[in-house]
């Protein structure tokens, strides 16, 4: 079935046809249009969900890990400050081992405050325990939420997982996308039950005080789930694209076969970057685009071996770390391929922040300072910025 729809719509009609036990949310730009949509269909009675509108986005997530702990499937939805809201609260669901989901709409921490497009929220976020998938577009925004509820409900995995796509670019631009039946969707995504819940009759304690006698091998515990994950992403993923037809995997590569100059780009810049791509392939450079879609866990050995064979790398960052040597895609690019024994020389771009616009010719210049790279056989200054007035 086709239809005309934003991502912010996309999103809630595939959280309609997942049909959830509870949602907990509390209103943010550019997220707010997710919740306002679903409670409609919590009125209109399109859905049986518990919708519980609470105070802030702290309380959002405490409802979703109590509405999880006591066996039910549970979702939420934000943006910027209302994730860095909730940060508390992250690291508890996940380090409870508590599925749920969280379509996180990309927008910029304050400070100043800004209400645009950047990774500064979710990328802040990736350390705290949950499965991150970056969506392109408005299909694979709703294809990715679906998959992410068997994802993060595998037995193999039980961990929490966001969903990422960028506000406003994606949130509320229209697009035709194709949407699954809502029989075909209950299908895939199958009937949710827990192991041990707190409803079950069985004594179990949730949050309790962990001594330093356990808690080390909680945090193990975690940390060999989200290794799991990854190839529960590609099974998912699998078995996704056997019932639609639309592939994914841990990221896409556009001309990459004889590439010798690429760019690694997340959500939706990786269109831009193509056209940027294109144009230069129409004079015969060798360039190609890798669009990284799961960034946790990270698909370290598969990145590095997708850019094995290329000269130079330029990591495009939506997001600052502040750290005076590069943004979080570029760390993890760059620790990925130091194995390799032809290692590509690699520098990070910071672009795009506070919903600065992104234009060909910001990824024209990229490619160009990378062929200088080529042909100097020097990296200089690795941590860069694009289209800043005033900056190189």
Same mark, same amino acid.
């Given at each position: 079935?086709?239809?005309l729809?934003?991502?912010n ?7 309609k ?21 679903f409670?409609q ?14 105070? /802030? ?18 979702g939420?939805?934000? /943006? ?13 669901? /996940? ?20 209400i ?31 998959? /992410? ?78 290794i799991?994950?990854?190839?529960v ?5 699998a078995?996704f694209?056997?019932?639609t ?6 990221f ?17 810049s ?7 791509c ?11 685009v890798?669009?990284?879609r ?41 620790t ?57």
């Amino acid at each position: 079935m086709r239809k005309l729809l934003s991502g912010n719509e996309a999103t809630a009609t595939a959280m309609k046809q997942i049909n959830p036990d509870v949602v907990a949310a509390y209103p943010i730009t550019p997220s707010t249009e997710v919740v306002h949509y679903f409670a409609q269909y919590v009125a209109d009675g399109d859905v049986d969900t518990q919708f519980v509108a609470v105070e /802030s986005e702290h309380s959002a997530m405490s409802a979703c890990i109590g509405a999880s702990a006591a066996g039910g499937r549970t979702g939420t939805v934000t /943006s910027a400050c209302g994730l860095a809201l909730m940060w508390e609260l992250l690291y508890v669901a /996940s380090g409870q081992r508590l599925p749920m989901t969280l379509a996180v709409i990309n927008r910029a921490l304050s400070g100043p405050i800004n209400i645009n497009n950047d990774h500064s929220d979710s990328m802040g976020a990736r350390d705290s325990g949950w499965i991150q998938l970056y969506s392109e577009n408005n299909q694979e925004a709703y294809d990715n939420y679906i998959m /992410s509820w068997k994802i993060s409900e595998h037995k193999d995995v039980l961990l929490p997982t966001m969903v990422c796509q960028d506000g406003f670019i994606t949130s509320h631009a229209v697009e035709n996308i194709e949407l699954l039946e809502d029989a075909k969707v209950k299908s895939f995504v199958g009937e949710f039950t827990p192991n041990r819940h707190l409803l079950d009759g069985k004594a179990l304690s949730v949050g309790p005080y962990d001594t330093p006698q356990f808690y080390f091998e909680h945090q193990y515990q975690r940390a060999q789930a989200m290794i799991k994950a990854k190839d529960v992403v590609a099974q998912v993923s699998a078995e996704f694209g056997k019932l639609t037809g639309r592939n994914y995997s841990f990221f896409e590569e556009y001309q990459m076969k004889d590439a010798e100059k690429v760019i690694v780009v997340l959500n939706s810049s990786a269109g831009t970057a193509r056209v940027a791509c294109d144009q230069l392939r129409a004079k015969g450079e060798k360039v190609g685009v890798l669009k990284i879609r799961l960034f946790r866990p990270f698909p370290m050995e598969e990145i590095a071996q997708a850019l094995s064979h290329v000269k130079a790398v330029a990591v495009m960052d939506k997001c600052d770390s502040f750290n005076g040597m590069g943004g979080p895609v570029f760390v993890d690019v760059r620790t990925a391929c130091y194995e390799l024994a032809n290692r590509p020389m690699i520098i990070n771009y910071i672009y795009g922040l506070g919903g600065r616009d992104v234009t060909v010719e910001n990824f024209l210049h990229v490619y160009e300072n990378l062929d200088k790279v080529v042909k100097s056989g020097k990296t200089d200054n690795v941590y860069r910025h694009v289209g800043v007035r005033g900056v190189n």
